[in-house]
């Protein structure tokens, strides 16, 4: 694998030139049209009333998802550019169209749905049997569905078009927040300014001391940006209730629970086993606090390392540690993950004015995808990287297919990202020369079991709270943060002795306008790769092919029937949930085992 000399990824390969892209703005020019033209096609188009009559259905169908594959692409591209340049003057404007287009897109889409409602059952359920609706009959079936619980078109195609400078409005907000946040420290002698996405990366630091006080700096920081992080989280939370309140939708988990295909009972039976299994976490905490030398641990010692992990991987030994762990169970995997490298498919650079955290986004044009994220030479670094070649993957395997089968849901998007995770993290602690490698390596898998079981937990109950109490009013920057630490102390049992307050403002999630909750997916992503992980052990490379063949009916399902098909399981029950808990339990007692004799 030949690896470029830079670190930064290839955007030109989509549209040349930026964010003044010449190429770009055509592509709005002409999604635009497109856009105009499906919703003259759609006013003027009857419901077929019977099942040789579609024509005019399957032009809409066509034309709807023409439009969603350009708009994926829009919003990826400027996604990128709004990610690894905060300073760039031109690139909130190009998202304020896309933002535009996409509310026009769908407005059009609400008429799209009378359509669909005016059906008769009988038609509709013979036309669903014939192409092109075959091959995305589940995604019409779901949006019919979901249409006979909303309002009346115009009602609908309104609150879109409010949402953009309402709804998303405050979204972007929030992005330009963070895009003034500056953390200055000393390096070196010299003042350092460090973007959100460096000074997060710099809480990990070994030396206790020095992560303590960069925490201080760290909370102190958001809490100078908390009163336009509150605004913007509590206008984002008021625009939401009063959509679902006139929709008549009384929980306001039954947004992200459609969205994610997954019944309420299978969230709340993953929640239980859970927090039942929680004790044995507060053990490795209490453990991780005694071999650092503390009573308790603070909230910036759950992350940090024990040991040499702490050592920089460059980028390039990551690259190649990520791609020799594929190898054994996906050597296509391996191949797509090696071309991701080479050309440049891949933000790392480690620079300021780039935003926090890591994602991947898909161009299903072009048929590529990005990933972004600040590589900093951590393991955890190197765990990000695999995570979002394991999105890309998902992505990759499934192009050929019709845009409408590739629109799958958050909570099955991350089983792909974390059974990549889990392949690097468990291949290296395999392959540890000593006991005391072995703890260090263990100690960092255990950290996504933390994550998954207690951190996201926490965000989890901070949302439903805060959501309970937005509907009162507005919901101040001191309380949110009282309502963050209790939701903290819930989750993690009070096992800690210091918290994260303002985690609400530093966490982007929060503000997420494209998908509400944006957390439990990620603890059922992360439990159900454990049951996928399970089964490619047992069966290891033949297990390939059924593995793609699962990532490929995650836009064609619910989770529970994905599960039933191609695990055997039922989600709805307590036993998957608790095998996969298990798995982690087994990591746990091995670190146990191993640092017992440490502490005495």
């Known amino acids: ?338 071309q991701a490298f080479e050309h440049r498919w891949i933000e790392a650079e480690d620079r300021p004015g780039k935003r926090p955290g890591g994602f991947c986004t898909s161009f299903p044009i072009k048929g590529e995808s990005r990933i972004f994220m600040t590589y900093g030479g951590t393991l955890n670094n190197v765990s990000t990287l695999a995570h979002e070649l394991g999105h890309a993957y998902h992505s990759h395997v499934m192009t050929d297919m019709p845009q409408l089968a590739q629109e799958y849901a958050m909570n099955v998007a991350e089983t792909a990202s974390t059974f990549a995770e889990m392949i690097v993290a468990d291949a290296v602690v395999k392959q540890a020369s000593t006991d005391d490698e072995r703890i260090v390596l263990l100690e960092d898998k255990i950290q996504r079991a933390i994550a998954f079981f207690m951190n996201i937990h926490a965000r989890f109950i901070f949302e439903t709270n805060f959501y309970a109490e937005r509907r009162q009013g507005l919901v101040s920057s001191e309380r949110l943060s009282e309502l963050m630490v209790e939701a903290q102390k819930l989750a993690y049992k009070d096992a800690l002795s210091s918290y994260h307050p303002h985690f609400w403002a530093a966490k982007l999630h929060f503000y997420a306008t494209d998908v509400p909750f944006y957390n439990f997916p990620y603890t059922f992503g992360y439990m159900f790769s454990a049951g996928i992980y399970a089964r490619a052990l047992q069966e290891g490379a033949a297990f390939e092919d059924k593995y793609v063949a699962l990532l490929r009916d995650t836009g064609s399902m619910t989770v529970e029937a994905l599960a039933k098909k191609h695990l055997g399981v039922d989600l709805t029950e307590p036993d998957f949930w608790q095998s996969a808990v298990d798995m982690a339990i087994v990591d746990v007692k091995q670190f146990m085992a191993l640092t017992e004799a440490k502490v005495k």
């Open 1 to 338: 694998m030949k690896l470029p000399l830079n670190q930064t990824w290839d955007l030109d390969a989509f549209f040349p030139g930026g964010s003044g892209s010449a190429a770009f703005a055509e592509h709005l020019k002409v999604l635009q049209a497109s856009i105009a033209a499906f919703q003259e096609e759609v006013r003027t188009t009857a419901p077929p009333q019977n099942a040789d009559d579609t024509a005019a259905l399957a032009s809409l169908v066509e034309r709807y998802q023409h439009n969603l594959k350009h708009i994926i692409e829009a919003d990826s591209f400027v996604g990128c550019l709004l990610a690894d340049n905060q300073k760039d003057k031109k690139a909130p404007a190009l998202n304020g169209q896309v933002k535009s287009l996409s509310a026009e897109h769908l407005s059009s889409l609400t008429h799209f749905d009378q359509v669909l409602t005016g059906i008769p059952d009988d038609v509709w359920s013979a036309i669903l049997h014939k192409e092109p609706f075959a091959g995305v009959a589940f995604a019409l079936e779901e949006r019919r569905a979901l249409a006979k619980e909303k309002l009346a078109p115009e009602m609908e195609a309104l609150i879109n078009d409010l949402a953009v400078d309402g709804y998303h409005g405050w979204g972007d907000l929030y992005n330009s927040t963070v895009g003034q946040f500056g953390m200055t420290i000393e390096e070196d002698g010299k003042s350092v300014t460090l973007s959100a996405g460096q000074a997060f990366n710099k809480l990990h630091t070994e030396n206790r001391e020095e992560r303590l006080a960069l925490f201080e700096k760290w909370e102190s920081a958001w809490a100078d940006k908390a009163e336009y992080c509150a605004e913007a989280l509590n206008h984002l939370a008021g625009f939401r209730l009063q959509v679902y309140k006139y929709r008549g939708w009384d929980s306001v988990h039954k947004e992200p629970l459609a969205i994610n295909r997954m019944e309420e009972k299978t969230l709340k039976v993953m929640w239980d086993v859970i927090d039942r299994n929680k004790d044995i976490f507060v053990n490795y905490l209490n453990r991780k606090a005694k071999l650092i030398g503390v009573d308790k641990l603070a909230w910036v010692d759950v992350d940090a390392p024990l040991g040499d992990s702490s050592k920089k991987i460059s980028y390039d030994e990551g690259a190649a540690l990520i791609v020799d762990q594929f190898k054994p169970f996906s050597p296509k995997l391996a191949a797509f993950s090696e």
